[in-house]
């Protein structure tokens, strides 16, 4: 299982590369659980990361606007993101988030091939109306995603096994693999929450509360030594 972590800034950024994560995800929680980053933080953090480190942006919790949503991927690529994460917020169901989803593959896939698309729903969806954590899979699968994710939409101290529990998440990863694809699981994941998700098979496990001091995302900040542990641990699964 491939750690990722959120950073927020250069700083942090270095700090995740120094503790081992496997893929650098800059992001900005002011603007929400998949919060967008700025070009110039995106651009600063590819410059900083090794060269054979991916380096992850998220869009935002976009709405839907297949438009708008397309042209930010285009901004993430251009400012040397590698993998692209589209927080499927603004989707209400299955033929929206598909829709959203085909266009920003078709933006991302045109101008650069080798580079990564993740579909992220969210595990708490029914809290913001956003489309089935269950209809994800399919929406990765048949828009033409590399990986299906699911993260939490509200952070306000709830995880992602509030929401589903081993089984379901089990059940989640297993449907992702069945279409030849990878799986990603977050929301503000702990660190006795890894050896479960290791277990049931899943790909890439994200965080930022549990790598930053004080395990808080917002006030924290991400310590090498944090992500140090987090990564130690999964070694040794
Ligand atoms: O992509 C993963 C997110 O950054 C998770 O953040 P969190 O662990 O604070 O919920």
């Known amino acids: 299982m491939l750690l990722l972590v959120s950073p927020i800034n250069n700083e942090e950024a270095l700090e995740a590369i120094k503790g081992g994560a496997d893929i650098v995800d800059v992001k900005n929680p002011k603007e929400g659980s998949l919060g967008a980053n700025f070009p110039w933080v995106i651009k600063e953090i590819r410059d900083l990361t090794p060269k054979d480190m991916l380096v992850s942006a998220t869009l935002g ?5 297949p438009g708008t949503v397309s042209l930010a991927a285009m901004g993430a690529l251009v400012s040397g993101a590698d993998y692209i994460k589209v927080g499927l917020y603004g989707t209400n169901d299955y033929d929206e988030a598909v829709d959203l989803m085909k266009n920003v593959v078709k933006t991302v896939k045109d101008n650069n091939s080798e580079a990564i698309v993740v579909a992220s729903g969210y595990a708490d969806a029914h809290r913001v109306g956003a489309v089935s954590p269950w209809d994800i899979p399919k929406v990765a699968y048949d828009s033409g995603a590399d990986l299906a994710m699911l993260d939490t939409a509200v952070k306000d101290g709830k995880t992602l096994f509030d929401y589903l529990d081993i089984n379901d998440l089990k059940k989640f ?22 050896k479960p ?13 549990a790598a ?10 991400i310590n090498s030594s944090a992500v140090y542990e987090l990564k130690s641990l999964i070694e040794n699964f």
């Open 197 to 209: 998700l290791n277990d049931i098979g899943c790909d890439v496990v994200g965080v930022r509360g």
């Open 212 to 221: 930053c001091v004080g395990g808080d995302r917002n006030t924290g900040r």
């Open 61 to 65: 919790d976009v709405p839907y606007k």
């Open 173 to 194: 990863v297993d449907e992702i693999h069945e279409y030849g694809l990878k799986s990603a699981l977050a929301g503000s994941v702990k660190k006795n929450q890894l």
